[in-house]
């Protein structure tokens, strides 16, 4: 076992407003995929912020202007003046910046002399850049514009006609998508959106309904989130923008002030806050990982800024689902044995988001004296290892194996992970004998005490009692959750 000598110091935002985006985006994105004001080869900045996760690239860019401090001022004239200063000039930036990425992807750093590289390699194409603009500023002036606007958010729409300059709305380019955030709804799409899947999806369907419609417009970002949210498609499983039903007959869509507001005083929003709380173990998990590879404390013989990597997989994860594989954790860990002498050791196998692909969970207690030898990580590596190859064997569907391996948590103060990332789905006949003759003396997932159990993991979550009632009730049935509407229209996930 060797240690990753390379300390990485990322940057935290040179302004209290990259600063809280940094603080968001290492929450959302994670910190080991989250990087602030990195720098082109010439030493000037990138970006605010620069977000990569395989072939996914989001560039942000963060400006604060004062233009709307004299309130007696013609607010025409402010507005002109402020989106020109905080989105027109950074929106021309966000292209030169996707263009260098896509021009030179290997010439990013992470410092002004460019002698740190970053870590994670770019490997992106023009649609897989995002370019998204932060702008602080107009929150007040637009509350004081309109009485109708609740929450200071900038209107937005997407069309071919730019030349609009009505006061706190903004005309964007659909040939050339940039997203635009402000001061109000910023933490409500990256806090609501917390995962890279999650985020990612919604982009892509938002700049798929972007192309999609002659005309896309919205009161605020908060209220088009709303709607996405509200709107599942049920062939696919996934949020939509427009009516998926009825698209070829649809060029405009238009999205109403108070979407936003509908949908967090709804049951079903509220039950999903209280329930993903658990998840945030998940998550726990993937930043300490992620933090010890930046300070250069990560055990192991593995790069895993540059390779496949286990916490890599576990970050692509939805929020609902690392709830549900969060709940098994903890559950797996509060039933785990109480035996006395030797040692003990109890092994759960989670399905991922993901099709072919699974999680082992290898809980493992044994004597001090036995932890204290040197090789003592080593020995549990090598046996999550036959866990996760027995996995393999136990379900041969599997192409995808990823292994973690921890001391019970029942009886254990200090939590030290191991992971194993096992692509198994190549494997021959040689692998199959090899994995079958190491986990002989063991028999994971071969014991007369194997125990499965099935579980079904809602987006939202129905109500104490409802869920059993949800799986016996028909698309068309009202939905139990006492909402009115039918169960294929609400809560159905």
């Known amino acids: 076992m060797v240690a990753r000598s390379t300390v990485i110091t990322k940057s935290v935002g040179q302004t209290p407003t990259e600063q809280y985006l940094a603080q968001l985006c290492d929450t959302t994105f994670l910190r080991l995929w989250a990087y602030p004001n990195p720098y082109k080869a010439e030493g000037k900045e990138l970006c605010d912020l620069l977000v990569v996760f395989e072939d996914r690239v989001f560039l942000f860019f963060d400006r604060a202007s004062n233009k709307f401090v ?114 109000f709804n910023l933490s409500i799409i990256l806090q609501e959106l917390d995962t890279i899947y999650d985020f990612e999806q919604y982009i892509v369907e938002k700049e798929a309904a972007i192309r999609r419609y002659q005309l896309l417009n919205y009161c605020g970002e908060e209220d088009l989130l709303a709607h996405y949210l509200f709107n599942l498609d049920k062939a696919t499983g996934r949020h939509r923008i427009g009516n998926p039903d009825r698209d070829s007959a649809v060029n405009v869509v238009s999205i109403g002030e108070g979407e936003w507001q509908s949908l967090i005083r709804s049951g079903p929003y509220l039950r999903k806050k209280e329930a993903d709380r658990v998840s945030r173990l998940w998550d726990d998990i993937i930043q300490r990982t992620g933090q010890n590879a930046l300070d250069g404390t990560l055990m192991g013989d593995g790069n895993i800024f540059s390779r496949p990597s286990a916490i890599a997989e576990m970050a692509k994860e939805p929020r609902f689902m690392r709830r549900a594989l969060s709940e098994a954790m903890i559950q797996a860990a509060n039933a785990f044995p109480d035996l006395k002498g030797g040692m003990s050791r109890n092994t759960s196998l989670f399905p991922s988001f993901y099709d072919g692909k699974a999680y082992v969970f290898l809980q493992i207690r044994d004597d001090v004296s036995d932890r204290q030898q040197p090789d003592y990580r080593e020995k549990r590596l090598g046996l999550l290892q036959v866990a996760c190859g027995a996995a393999k064997l136990h379900r041969p569907d599997l192409k995808l194996v990823v292994g973690i391996g921890v001391d019970a948590p029942k009886y254990s103060r200090h939590i030290a992970e191991d992971f194993i990332f096992m692509q198994c789905d190549r494997w021959t006949s040689a692998d199959r004998r090899h994995y079958e003759e190491l986990n002989e003396p063991f028999a994971f997932f071969k014991t007369a005490q194997l125990r499965s159990y099935q579980k079904t993991a809602r987006e939202f979550p129905l109500p104490p009692g409802a869920a059993a009632r949800a799986d016996k009730i028909g698309r068309n049935d009202l939905c139990p959750c006492g909402s009115g509407r039918k169960f294929k229209k609400c809560c159905r996930r």
Do not use: M
């Not at 996707?98 to 030179?104: A, E, G, Q, S, V």
């Open 70 to 183: 004299d309130p007696t001022k013609d607010s025409g004239l402010q507005w002109k003046r402020w989106k020109q200063e905080a989105i027109d000039k950074q929106i021309t930036t966000a292209t030169g910046a996707r263009n260098h990425l896509l021009k030179y992807p290997q010439k990013v750093f992470l410092d002004a002399k460019c002698t740190i590289p970053l870590p994670v390699p770019i490997n992106a194409t023009a649609d897989t850049i995002h370019k998204i603009v932060v702008a602080h500023g107009a929150e007040e002036a637009c509350k004081a514009y309109s009485a109708d606007n609740v929450y200071g958010s900038l209107a937005i729409g997407y069309g071919e006609d730019t030349d609009s300059e009505y006061p706190f709305f903004l005309s964007l380019d659909k040939r050339d998508i940039c997203h635009v955030l402000d001061s």
